[in-house]
C-alpha cells in the first residue's frame, strides 16, 4: 500500500523549492513562487470537519466502513454513549444520546462548535488496531471516548471551511504515522522515527505474540521513539525525567539549507518557553527541530531558524520572510477554565472551531499581497496527527482536486 501524507507533500515542495537555483523566482510551477508557509495545526481527519464538503470525497462514501465491531469481532447494534475523557476516570458525556445509530454523526446537533467535548487517543498502536488492516471497523472499541469517535462537525460554513471553497482543498490527504503529535512532527521535517536503542526499559512497550500491546509505552520494542517523549534539548517539561538523546538523521532543515534555502520554523510561545516560563498551552513535543544535534541548545542552526510565532508577523511586516516557512501557533482556545480540565492541545478541541482560523486571518503572505502576487505564495493549512475519529479509508493515495473555482 503506497502511504503519501501531508507531512510527504509539505516535505516535497519545500525541498522542491531547494532545487530552485538563484534568487529570482521563475515562471511556472514551483520555480514561480517566493513563499512557502506551511501551517501545522492538530487531530482533525478530513472527515471530521469536510466529509461534507460540496464535492469532495467524503462522508457520502463512507458506507463500506461505517460498520464497527468489538475486540471479539462483534458488531455493534448502537453507538456506546461518547465519553467525555476530561473528567478522570472518563464519564458519560449526558450531552449526547445513549442509543446513537452505528454512523457518522454531526456533533453540532448537541455540542456547538464553540464548546468542548472530551479528548480521544490518538497513539501509535492504537490507531493501527483502529484500522484492523484496512477494515477500518475498531475505531469504536480502540478508542477510549467511546462513540464520540463516530462524531463529525460541518465545517464548509466554518471560517477555515469558508477559506478552503476559495482555493484547493485537497480530500485524499493524509497524515504520515500513526499515532499523535510527536511523531508525525517528527515524519513533517525527516520522514522518519526517532532512535532511542537504550531507552529506559519502564517507557518501552510490550507486546504478546499477536503483536498486541500488554503494556503500552512511547518506545518500540526494536528502539523508535513513537509516542510523546522529550529531547535532551530544551524545551522539555521539568517533569520529564526520561529525555531522547539527539537525533542526528538528516532533516528538511538540513536539506534546504545545503541548497542555501532560507528557513524558519516559528512556534507560538517559544521565547518565553526557553526562558522557563512556558504557556500552559505551549508543548514541548511539537517542536521536532529542537530534538536534532544541528538544532541542540547552543548551536547557529538553533539561533538561526528556530524562533517565535511573533517573529514571522514581524518578518512579513518587514518583508524579510524566508523562502520557507513552518508556522506552529499557540491555540488562542481553550479558555483558563478549560485548560484546568485538561484541554492540553492547541488547536485541537471543538471549542475553537468557531473561530478558527484566527492564525489564516492574520497577515499572511498569500493574504497580504496584490492579486498580481497572490501566485507567488503557497500557503498550506494542515494538521498534525492521527485524527482521533473514525475515518473511512486508510491512506492509500494523494488525490488533489479543485473542488472550488
Known amino acids: 500500500m503506497t502511504r503519501t501524507s501531508a507531512a510527504t507533500l509539505a516535505f516535497s515542495i519545500a525541498f522542491s523549492l531547494a532545487l530552485i537555483t538563484g534568487t529570482q523566482a521563475q515562471a511556472g510551477g514551483l520555480q514561480k513562487l517566493n513563499h512557502i508557509v506551511v501551517i501545522y495545526q492538530e487531530n482533525w481527519s478530513f472527515d471530521s470537519l469536510y466529509g461534507k464538503f460540496p464535492g469532495a470525497n467524503g462522508l457520502d462514501n463512507a458506507a463500506d466502513t461505517t460498520p464497527q465491531v468489538d475486540k471479539n469481532g462483534e458488531?455493534?447494534?448502537?453507538?456506546?454513549?461518547?465519553?467525555?475523557?476530561?473528567?478522570?476516570?472518563?464519564?458519560?458525556?449526558?450531552?449526547?444520546?445513549?442509543?446513537?445509530?452505528?454512523?457518522?454523526?454531526?456533533?453540532?446537533?448537541?455540542?456547538?462548535?464553540?464548546?468542548?467535548?472530551?479528548?480521544?487517543?490518538?497513539?501509535?498502536?492504537?490507531?493501527?488496531?483502529?484500522?484492523d488492516g484496512g477494515k477500518m471497523d475498531k475505531f469504536i472499541t480502540w478508542s477510549d471516548a467511546a462513540g464520540l469517535v463516530m462524531s463529525y462537525y460541518d465545517a464548509t460554513e466554518m471560517p477555515e471551511g469558508k477559506l478552503a471553497q476559495q482555493f484547493t482543498l485537497m480530500d485524499n490527504f493524509f497524515h504520515g504515522a500513526f499515532g499523535g503529535s510527536f511523531l508525525n512532527h517528527q515524519f513533517l521535517i525527516c520522514a522518519c522515527a526517532p532512535t532511542w536503542p537504550d531507552a529506559p526499559s519502564n517507557i518501552v512497550a510490550q507486546l504478546d505474540d499477536n503483536g498486541v500491546i500488554t503494556r503500552d509505552g512511547q518506545?518500540?520494542?526494536?528502539?523508535?521513539?513513537?509516542?510523546?517523549?522529550?529531547?535532551?534539548?530544551?524545551?522539555?517539561?521539568?517533569?520529564?525525567?526520561?529525555?531522547?538523546?539527539?537525533?542526528?538523521?538528516?532533516?528538511?532543515?538540513?536539506?534546504?539549507?545545503?541548497?542555501?534555502?532560507?528557513?524558519?520554523?516559528?512556534?507560538?510561545?517559544?521565547?518565553?518557553?526557553?526562558?522557563?516560563?512556558?504557556?500552559?498551552?505551549?508543548?514541548?513535543?511539537?517542536?521536532?527541530?529542537?530534538?536534532?544535534?544541528?538544532?541542540?541548545?547552543?548551536?547557529?542552526?538553533?539561533?538561526?531558524?528556530?524562533?517565535?510565532?511573533?517573529?514571522?508577523?514581524?518578518?512579513?511586516?518587514?518583508?524579510?520572510?524566508?523562502?520557507?516557512?513552518?508556522?506552529?501557533?499557540?491555540?488562542?482556545?481553550?479558555?483558563?477554565?478549560d485548560r484546568s480540565l485538561g484541554a492540553r492541545h492547541p488547536r485541537s478541541h471543538h471549542c475553537d472551531l468557531a473561530v478558527r482560523p484566527p492564525r489564516l486571518r492574520r497577515p499572511y503572505p498569500v493574504r497580504n499581497v496584490s492579486h498580481s502576487q497572490a501566485d507567488r505564495n503557497a500557503l498550506v493549512p494542515r494538521t498534525a496527527q492521527h485524527p482521533r475519529r473514525h475515518r473511512r479509508r486508510p491512506a492509500d493515495r494523494l488525490r488533489l482536486r479543485r473542488l472550488a473555482s
Open 75 to 131: 458488531p455493534y447494534v448502537t453507538l456506546p454513549q461518547p465519553l467525555n475523557t476530561l473528567f478522570s476516570p472518563a464519564v458519560p458525556d449526558p450531552r449526547f444520546p445513549a442509543d446513537l445509530p452505528v454512523q457518522p454523526f454531526d456533533t453540532i446537533k448537541f455540542v456547538g462548535a464553540n464548546q468542548q467535548t472530551g479528548d480521544l487517543v490518538h497513539r501509535f498502536y492504537h490507531e493501527q488496531y483502529q484500522i
Open 219 to 337: 518506545v518500540t520494542p526494536d528502539g523508535f521513539a513513537v509516542n510523546t517523549s522529550y529531547s535532551v534539548n530544551t524545551p522539555h517539561p521539568a517533569s520529564a525525567t526520561a529525555l531522547m538523546p539527539n537525533q542526528t538523521a538528516p532533516t528538511i532543515g538540513d536539506r534546504l539549507s545545503e541548497k542555501g534555502v532560507p528557513w524558519a520554523w516559528y512556534s507560538g510561545g517559544w521565547t518565553t518557553a526557553m526562558l522557563g516560563h512556558p504557556d500552559p498551552l505551549f508543548q514541548s513535543h511539537h517542536q521536532p527541530f529542537a530534538y536534532y544535534a544541528n538544532y541542540a541548545d547552543g548551536t547557529a542552526g538553533r539561533a538561526d531558524h528556530l524562533r517565535d510565532e511573533t517573529d514571522f508577523y514581524t518578518d512579513v511586516a518587514q518583508n524579510r520572510l524566508p523562502a520557507v516557512s513552518f508556522i506552529k501557533p499557540l491555540g488562542p482556545c481553550p479558555t483558563p477554565d
